[in-house]
C-alpha cells in the first residue's frame, strides 16, 4: 500500500483549506486520541454491544474522513455498518482490519514531515 | 510544520461574520476545524444536543450547523425542538454520503440546507453566505413591515 493510500495528502490539504499548522494539530490530536478510540470499538466489539458499536466506529470513521484516510475510514465503516445492522459475525476480523489500518495513520503521521 | 504552500479561502461577505453560529458536534477534529475555519465569525460549539439547547437558552444564534449522529439526543430530535421552540433559526445539517436516509428526513423535517462530510471550507462558506443573505433579506423585510405598521398608525 502507498502513502497516498493510507492518507491522501492532496484531498486533506483541500479538507483543511492548506492549513498546514491546522493539519499539525489534527494529526498530533488524531494520534492522541487513538488509543482510547480504537479501544471503545475493541470492548463494544468484545461485550457484542451492537448500539455502542455503530455509536464508537461511527465516531472514529468521522475523525478519519476529515484526515482524508480513506482505507481507515472505509473499516471504520465496516464495524458501524455491524452494529446499525445488529450484524455481530466476524467483528473480531473486522477489529484487526481497523487496527492495522489505523496503525498505518498513527505510522504515518509519525514520519509525516511537511 | 511547513508555512502555507497554497492560498486558502477567502472569508466572504465579510458583512455577516457578526451572525451568531452554534456548531453542535462531538467530534473534537470537527470542532478543531470549524474554529479555526470560523475564526472571523461569531462560533460557538456544543458536545451535545443537550448542551446546544442549553446554550439556545441563553443567547440567541441566527443559524445552527448541526451534525446528526451525537450520543443522546441525536441531530433529528435537535433540529425538530429548535425549528418548534426557534422557528426562525436556520439549521443547515452535516451528514456524511453514506446517510443519504437521514438526509432525506431532516430536509423533510425542517433543514433549510446541508453539507456532506468532511465539511470543506469553501462550501462551508458557500452554504453559510447564502444561508445569511436569506437572514439578512427576512430582517429587512421585518423591518420594513413594522415601520409601514408604525407610519400607519
Known amino acids: ?114 | 510544520m511547513a508555512e502555507q504552500d497554497q492560498k486558502t479561502t477567502e472569508v466572504p461577505r465579510k458583512k455577516h461574520t457578526n451572525i451568531s453560529i452554534l456548531f453542535v458536534d462531538d467530534d473534537k477534529m470537527a470542532q478543531m476545524l470549524m474554529s479555526k475555519f470560523l475564526k472571523d465569525w461569531n462560533v460557538y460549539c456544543a458536545s451535545s444536543g443537550q448542551e446546544a439547547l442549553e446554550t439556545m437558552e441563553e443567547k440567541t444564534y441566527a443559524v445552527v450547523l448541526l451534525d446528526y449522529q451525537m450520543p443522546g439526543m441525536n441531530g433529528i430530535e435537535l433540529l425538530k425542538i429548535i425549528k418548534k421552540k426557534h422557528s426562525m433559526v436556520q439549521v443547515i445539517m452535516i451528514t456524511g454520503s453514506d446517510e443519504l436516509n437521514t438526509l432525506i428526513t431532516s430536509l423533510s423535517e425542517g433543514a433549510d440546507d446541508f453539507i456532506l462530510k468532511p465539511v470543506k471550507k469553501e462550501t462551508l462558506f458557500k452554504v453559510l453566505g447564502n444561508t445569511c443573505d436569506k437572514i439578512t433579506r427576512w430582517t429587512g423585510t421585518m423591518k420594513a413591515l413594522h415601520k409601514k405598521k408604525q407610519d400607519n398608525q
Open chain 1, 1 to 114: 500500500m502507498d502513502n497516498t493510500d493510507i492518507i491522501d495528502l492532496d484531498e486533506l490539504k483541500e479538507i483543511m483549506d492548506n492549513d498546514m499548522e491546522l493539519i499539525g494539530e489534527c494529526f498530533r490530536e488524531f494520534n492522541k486520541d487513538w488509543p482510547e478510540a480504537f479501544g471503545n470499538i475493541a470492548k463494544a466489539v468484545e461485550v457484542k454491544d451492537a448500539s455502542q458499536l455503530d455509536e464508537t466506529a461511527h465516531k472514529l470513521k468521522g475523525t478519519l474522513r476529515y484526515l482524508a484516510a480513506d482505507q481507515a475510514q472505509k473499516a471504520a465503516y465496516e464495524l458501524e455498518l455491524a452494529g446499525k445492522e445488529q450484524n455481530l459475525e466476524n467483528l473480531e476480523e473486522k477489529l484487526m482490519l481497523l487496527e492495522k489500518r489505523g496503525l498505518e495513520v498513527v505510522d504515518y503521521i509519525n514520519n509525516f514531515k511537511a
